[in-house]
């Protein structure tokens, strides 16, 4: 069941020069998801593809240029601040680094315990009551609740973050790179803890991260984003095992591979370059520029999204029947 539905969502950030507008970067340029209940969808991307920026679009920390955006029913797009609050209750973020969200002066009882008041779900004895049961929900001991930030290691930190997230009682969590900032060893614990999560309390996660080990192996379906677009979409392990998109196949080379043979094949379709700026994105394809396989039409035609296989999408001409015309596979040999 969708909990989440995004169609066709774009954020462009005006540029100004002397007071005139010269321009926009198009930071999400027609995105369309859905995120079912229970479910985690991971977005991924180098930076600067729109990855986050779709996250707070998603949250309504941002105001969408266009598109529609609906959670369990309801359109967040039509709804002024004062209706929005209600959903925020079901809407939380996890971000990237735990003591940048964390305010340095706050004990983690009001840290943790501040959504309850801002909410009006508890106060005095009983959000300490409260914020003791998401500590210990978390592996952290209650007792922690009356230390500060810095009494923490980073995974630690991290937990609080997540423990603050689940106060309010959510049914969405955005985890914005939420386990970038901490060490190798202790992600594989966050996610374990985010995983077992969502087995108990049914929680859908919009997982965004660029690290591709981390977003397979929590995500059921994935969305890779380039430029601003969402370029191939589908379950997780249809997108890592035959991945649709030469954009998708450059990220999957660019993953260390334990497999000498195997990193050898791969390392033949690393795209070159940085991406194109969003200010000003190539016609065409925005991956043409990068493309190992780009031929004349890509130059031209922008690649829409479309089936190519059940419940696998990708938005290359390659894969429609125009684009894997014998013309099209000799301009791009
Ligand atoms: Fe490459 Fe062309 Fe496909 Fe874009 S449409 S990914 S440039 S082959």
């Given at each position: 069941m969708t909990l989440l539905e995004v169609r066709d969502l774009t954020k462009h950030f005006p540029i100004t020069k002397w007071g005139r507008n010269v321009g926009a970067v198009r930071a999400v340029d027609g995105v369309s998801f859905t995120v079912p209940r229970g479910r985690t969808v991971g977005l991924v991307g180098e930076?600067?593809?729109?990855k986050s920026t779709t996250a707070r679009l998603v949250l309504r920390l941002l105001r969408p240029t266009s598109g529609g955006l609906r959670f369990d029913g309801t359109d967040l797009i039509a709804k002024g601040p004062r209706e929005l609050k209600p959903l925020r209750r079901r809407m939380q973020i996890v971000f990237q680094d735990p003591f940048a969200a964390?305010?340095?002066?706050?004990r983690i009882v009001d840290a943790v315990g501040e959504p309850l008041e801002v909410h009006g779900l508890a106060t005095g004895r009983r959000k300490r009551n409260r914020v003791g049961e998401l500590l210990e929900h978390v592996?952290?001991?209650?007792?922690?609740?009356?230390?500060?930030?810095?009494?923490?290691?980073g995974g630690q930190a991290q937990r609080i973050g997540i423990a603050r997230a689940l106060a309010t009682g959510p049914d969405l969590i955005v985890?914005?790179?939420?386990?970038?900032?901490?060490?190798v060893s202790v992600q594989a614990q966050v996610l374990n803890l985010l995983k077992r999560l969502q087995r108990e309390l049914g929680l859908a996660y919009l997982f965004i991260a660029h690290d591709l080990n981390v977003v397979r192996y929590v995500s059921d379906e994935i969305c890779v984003m380039y430029l601003g677009e969402i370029v191939e979409r589908g379950e997780a392990e249809t997108v890592f095992s035959a991945p649709a998109h030469p954009y998708t196949e450059a990220l999957l080379a660019a993953v260390p591979s334990p497999d000498p043979a195997k990193a050898r094949s791969h390392a033949r379709v690393i795209a070159p370059g940085d991406p194109p700026s969003p200010r000003r994105p190539p016609p065409g394809c925005r991956f043409h520029t990068r493309c190992p396989h780009a031929f004349d039409r890509c130059r031209t035609e922008r690649p829409v999204l479309q089936e190519?296989?059940?419940?696998h999408h990708a938005a290359c001409h390659l894969r429609d029947p125009l684009g894997g015309s014998p013309r099209g596979r000799e301009e791009a040999s």
């Amino acid at each position: 069941m969708t909990l989440l539905e995004v169609r066709d969502l774009t954020k462009h950030f005006p540029i100004t020069k002397w007071g005139r507008n010269v321009g926009a970067v198009r930071a999400v340029d027609g995105v369309s998801f859905t995120v079912p209940r229970g479910r985690t969808v991971g977005l991924v991307g180098e930076s600067g593809s729109g990855k986050s920026t779709t996250a707070r679009l998603v949250l309504r920390l941002l105001r969408p240029t266009s598109g529609g955006l609906r959670f369990d029913g309801t359109d967040l797009i039509a709804k002024g601040p004062r209706e929005l609050k209600p959903l925020r209750r079901r809407m939380q973020i996890v971000f990237q680094d735990p003591f940048a969200a964390l305010n340095p002066r706050m004990r983690i009882v009001d840290a943790v315990g501040e959504p309850l008041e801002v909410h009006g779900l508890a106060t005095g004895r009983r959000k300490r009551n409260r914020v003791g049961e998401l500590l210990e929900h978390v592996g952290l001991p209650p007792g922690d609740m009356d230390k500060y930030p810095h009494q923490f290691s980073g995974g630690q930190a991290q937990r609080i973050g997540i423990a603050r997230a689940l106060a309010t009682g959510p049914d969405l969590i955005v985890c914005d790179e939420a386990v970038s900032a901490v060490d190798v060893s202790v992600q594989a614990q966050v996610l374990n803890l985010l995983k077992r999560l969502q087995r108990e309390l049914g929680l859908a996660y919009l997982f965004i991260a660029h690290d591709l080990n981390v977003v397979r192996y929590v995500s059921d379906e994935i969305c890779v984003m380039y430029l601003g677009e969402i370029v191939e979409r589908g379950e997780a392990e249809t997108v890592f095992s035959a991945p649709a998109h030469p954009y998708t196949e450059a990220l999957l080379a660019a993953v260390p591979s334990p497999d000498p043979a195997k990193a050898r094949s791969h390392a033949r379709v690393i795209a070159p370059g940085d991406p194109p700026s969003p200010r000003r994105p190539p016609p065409g394809c925005r991956f043409h520029t990068r493309c190992p396989h780009a031929f004349d039409r890509c130059r031209t035609e922008r690649p829409v999204l479309q089936e190519v296989s059940p419940g696998h999408h990708a938005a290359c001409h390659l894969r429609d029947p125009l684009g894997g015309s014998p013309r099209g596979r000799e301009e791009a040999s």
